[in-house]
Nanobody, 128 residues
Framework: EVHLVESGGGSVQAGGSLRLSCAAS????????IGWFRQAPGKEREGVSW???????AYYADSVEGRSTISVDSDKTVHLQMNSLEPEDSAVYYC??????????????????????WGQGTQVTVSS
């Protein structure tokens, strides 16, 4: 059973940084990718970034590109380093797992319907 646990959220001032982590277990890592999504109150869940666990192919949404870096540890913990945070980045951040093949063949940047396992979320609050 896929199990994902997010950590690293918190409250920071605009311009600050946070490092989110997603500890993953219960599946064959080489077959999967991990994505980060966020959802602010009253808004739809949106994709932030993803990375394939076997070969580190990464993608960033326009909203965070240049300010964020996604990476994978040797123990398959996925980190999302976010810098130059803005109040608009405030949201609950979730990590989710997707089969690598589905992700790369979907033709979509964030094929949310194929992400089949989700963590519980971690709150990020950025004050101005």
């Amino acid at each position: 059973e896929v199990h994902l646990v997010e950590s690293g959220g918190g409250s920071v001032q605009a311009g600050g940084s946070l490092r989110l982590s997603c500890a993953a277990s219960g599946f064959r890592f080489d077959d999967y990718a991990i994505g980060w999504f966020r959802q602010a109150p009253g808004k739809e869940r949106e994709g932030v970034s993803w990375i394939t666990l076997s070969d580190g192919i990464a993608y960033y949404a326009d909203s965070v590109e240049g300010r964020s870096t996604i990476s994978v540890d040797s123990d398959k913990t996925v980190h999302l380093q976010m810098n130059s945070l803005e109040p608009e980045d405030s949201a609950v951040y979730y990590c989710a797992a997707i089969l690598r093949a589905l992700l790369l063949r979907s033709g979509e940047n964030f094929p949310i319907k194929y992400f089949n396992s989700w963590g519980q979320g971690t709150q990020v609050t950025v004050s101005s």
